[in-house]
């Protein structure tokens, strides 16, 4: 367990005893996002990066001695993350980089990086008694906390989701029995209404942004990335944009480990975006406080990626700029092209918010905006299975055979397979 020193507001410094605050800053409102602050000196001084490496943990609670959690917690049992990290040569070749390697979130038990935030806020709820646990979502974060909260009697789940979120995503929360609710609107009203449901009824929210630990949770996956490479950083990671709390965790899990001094640097965090849903790339090159970045209609097929005015806008805006990164944005049509890629050229099935991650490390190679000789780390978010029909626009149709095996076998003759 790592004892919390302090909450600290990302916006105003302004710090806070732990527990005393569960969501945002008071005085800075939804923008004052909180960090998780431990005391690094007694973490030095006490833990053991080798240690953790030989453990036999295989999953993210490996990490319990850097996670806001007492030892004796009850945990979730679902196994979260230690998802594998794929060197990718031959897509590095054909992306136009040294060397590429590929962590494959989709492996985890909801099929997104989601699951990671949900089971340390489930956590966190079963630690201190709550009943009921809330989020607005895309799609991966309901299914990510209902799966997470699933099998738990002391725990219920609710969930709002757009109705036209991708019926798997719909399915997977209804399955694990929690309580759904469509909302005839975007993420974004959803999100409202999940806020002001928990203000009202005393639900836990654990809405993207306002929720500090989904950082803490979500951060994880730096860990790994960092131990899975022997104790080292990339020198640059990639991963797609949405509200900015996956991008904000990336930093803080790499933060962590270099107050440690169990790494040597930050690596540099490369931010991909769907054109049509570009706030944060767009606040990014117009060198844009968080405060400025309004809510704006937003239009892509990468349904994880589309959100009208981004959470975590705070957090994100500064992971990217401290960490020397950039911001790039990605069309659908690329978003599709790049699923194909993965899947052909390393074995990785993404769903398109995940694949976009891939598209802007092409984009990013082309525009010089990282050196093809650099470390190159892509996270991809999400499993494919979560949105089929979409998945399948990008590739092309299977081709048909006919019943009668002679005539089958006639065709079959003289098809380059390589
Ligand atoms: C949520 C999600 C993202 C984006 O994460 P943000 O924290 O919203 O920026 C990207 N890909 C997938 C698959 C997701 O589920
Ligand atoms: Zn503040």
Redesign the pocket.
Known sequence: MAAIQELRCVVGGCRFAPGEQDYACPHHGELGTLDVVYDYAALRASLDRDAISAGQTANHWRYLPLLPLACDSQLPPQAVGWTPLYHAPRLAEKLGARHVWVKD??LNPTG???DRASSLVVARALQAGIEVVATAS????AAALAGLGAGLEQIATVIFVPRDAPPAKIAQPLVYGAQVFLVDGSYDDAYELCTRACAAFGWYSRN?GVNPFTTEG?KTVALEIAEQMGWRAPDVVA???????????IYKGFFDLLQLGWIEKMPRLLGVQAAGSAALADAWRAGLAPSAITRRVVNTI?D??A?EL???RSK?LRAVRETQGAFVTVSDAHILKAIPLLGKLCGVFA?P??A?ATAGVEQALAKGIIDRDSDICIVS??NGL?DIARVRQSVASARSLPADVDVALGRLEGIGLL
């Open positions: 979130e989709g997104s990086l989601k895309t799609g991966n974060a993207t979500k991963v797609s944009v949405g509200d900015g709390s996956i991008i904000s965790g990468a994880s990626i959100a981004p959470r975590d994100a769903e918010a995940a976009a978010t999400g979560k």
